[in-house]
């Protein structure tokens, strides 16, 4: 008798060791999860932050010439954020220049111009009928200000300076994307010109200072070398 409630004390209590060490892995499986996704969300936040392209752009209202990073974002990443720095030789004045812009480019639409072609030993080339872009830029120098100087009149320059120019353009892309096996460094490389303006431009056409409306528009042309 003695011995049945012994092996059955002893059943029970190995019931019971295994539920609480079932109840202790659930817990520590529960916690390892909040964790590594913890952790994989600050691994995505840091890589968020590495390019995925670099690029050079001449002119364009930012500078003789241009060259900078920048990151693609959203779906199918047809969003893209731009920082350029930029050289402006002295020309007419007494010195050189340096330009700082950032830029963001809206790109909706891409074609592929081979389909039919094996992608992965002959590449793709892409057209992109449609590139829409707003920048903000500025150039270094005393000869430039933020709020407008005494010497002029009151509200000569209202809402503008001369530290910061806002540029819109529109303008196209031809894309190549590499085979496989030609991936070293950049897996896609693209060619485009964009066609812009600045808000000084737009402000003294309305003023009827004699600019006529082509006069207030400029070209420029840069690559891209995209990494992912």
Known sequence: ??????????????????????????????????????????????????????????????????AGVGWSYGKNRKWELDLLFGFIPKHDSS?????????????????????????????????????????LNTVYGHEFWKSQPGRYPDKYYEFMSTKFRLNVGVGERIMF??????????????LFYEISTTDLYIRSLFQGNGVKF???????????FYTR
């Not at 700082?100 to 992109?128: A, H, M, Q």
């Not at 994307?177 to 693209?190: A, G, Q, V």
């Open 1 to 66: 008798m003695k011995l049945n409630r012994f092996v059955i004390s002893f059943i029970l209590l190995a019931c019971a060791v295994c539920v609480l060490a079932d109840d202790s892995i659930s817990v520590q499986q529960v916690q390892n999860t909040k964790y590594e996704r913890r952790m994989q969300r600050r691994q995505q936040a840091w890589a968020s932050l590495i390019p995925t392209h670099f690029l050079i752009q001449n002119a364009g209202n930012m500078g003789t010439l241009s």
């Open 95 to 135: 010195r050189p220049k340096f330009t700082t812009t950032l830029k963001g480019n809206y790109i909706p639409w891409r074609v592929c111009l081979n389909p039919s072609s094996d992608v992965k030993t002959k590449g793709s080339w892409n057209f992109e009928p449609l590139s829409a872009t707003i920048y």
């Open 177 to 190: 994307k590499l085979p496989e096996d030609k991936k070293i460094i950049f897996s896609r490389m693209s």
């Open 214 to 224: 082509s006069d207030i528009f400029g070209c420029s042309i840069g690559m891209k």
